[in-house]
Structures are given as structure tokens and as C-alpha cells.
């Protein structure tokens, strides 16, 4: 492999993307070829990445789940979509989407959402334009309309409310 000068470039062109950030396979592939590299030039790349570890589409789906569950808050719609776009085969979406719930469930990554995002104030305090808006941008983020709404409907005193110095 290391005759050929292109497929030391590719090799080399790979390598500093994955050191910026992982990538799923299809990411990288998609890269390599947009940069004009041919399929089977691609393909040996792809291979050599995935046998020294570089590339594991599992690992990455389970990484990328996970920032996307406890850092952003997304609800499973929007993790399963986003992981979806990045080339990761509904296998792994369902396994990553699995594993990070046993560490914050749905429900719970959707009060803390709620909590950030009426800083603190209980959802049944908000105006009807509020919890419109609210409810909208909730299930944008990918949680299901049955959740936000169930949330929403909270009373004063509520979980959510947190720690209010009490």
C-alpha cells in the first residue's frame, strides 16, 4: 500500500480527519471521495483505519448517543435521526440509543431540558404562548409529543421544580 503515492495521501488525508474527530465509516468515506479519491483507493483506506481501531461504527454510534443524550438533551427521535445521517446502520442506532438510556432515561433528560429551558420556573406557571413554544422546540429536539405534553402538565411543586434553596 505504501507504493502507491495516492493511496499514501488518502491514507494521510484520513488520518488527519480522524485525529480532528471520529467519524463513522461512512463519513470518512464520503470525505475521501469528495476529495476526488478513487472507490478502491477509498475502500483500502477504510480497511487499514479499521484494522489498526480507527474506525468502529458501534464505538462511534455509542459516543456520538451519548453526547447527544446527556450534553444536548436530545430525545431518541433526534438521536436515532442525527446517527442516521452519519451513515450508522438501525443495528447500531437501536444498541447506541439502548446504552445511553440505562445511564439517563427519556423522561428524565426531558425534565432536565424543561428545567433549562424555563430556568427553574414549573412548567404549569408558563403562559399558553409559552408552553406552545416550549413544546415545540422540546419536540425538536426529539421527544415524543405524548412526553411533552405529559410534562408540561406538571403542577407547581412538581420533580422539576429542583432545589429551590429551601
Known amino acids: 500500500m505504501d507504493d502507491?503515492?495516492?493511496?499514501?495521501?488518502a491514507l494521510n488525508r484520513a488520518y488527519r480527519a480522524l485525529a480532528r474527530r471520529?467519524?463513522?465509516e461512512c463519513e470518512l468515506r464520503r470525505k475521501l471521495i469528495?476529495?476526488?479519491y478513487p472507490e478502491g483507493i477509498v475502500a483500502a483506506v477504510l480497511d487499514k483505519c479499521r484494522d489498526f481501531g480507527y474506525l468502529n461504527d458501534g464505538q462511534y454510534a455509542?459516543?456520538?448517543?451519548?453526547?447527544?443524550?446527556l450534553n444536548r438533551l436530545?430525545?431518541?427521535?433526534?438521536?436515532?435521526?442525527?446517527l442516521r445521517e452519519?451513515?450508522?446502520?438501525?443495528?447500531?442506532?437501536?444498541?447506541?440509543?439502548t446504552a445511553v438510556r440505562c445511564e439517563v432515561g427519556e423522561p428524565e433528560a426531558l425534565e432536565r431540558?424543561?428545567?433549562?429551558k424555563t430556568k427553574g420556573v414549573a412548567p404549569a406557571a408558563l403562559d399558553d404562548r409559552q408552553k406552545v413554544r416550549l413544546a415545540r422546540g422540546l419536540m425538536g429536539k426529539g421527544f415524543p409529543p405524548g412526553l411533552v405534553f405529559k410534562a408540561l402538565k406538571r403542577e407547581q411543586g412538581s420533580k422539576i421544580d429542583g432545589d429551590d434553596g429551601q
Open 62 to 69: 455509542r459516543q456520538r448517543a451519548r453526547d447527544l443524550a
Open 4 to 9: 502507491d503515492p495516492l493511496r499514501v495521501k
Open 34 to 36: 469528495d476529495d476526488g
Open 22 to 24: 471520529a467519524h463513522s
Open 113 to 116: 431540558l424543561v428545567l433549562k
Open 74 to 82: 436530545a430525545g431518541d427521535r433526534r438521536i436515532a435521526a442525527d
Open 86 to 97: 452519519r451513515g450508522i446502520n438501525e443495528d447500531l442506532v437501536r444498541e447506541a440509543i
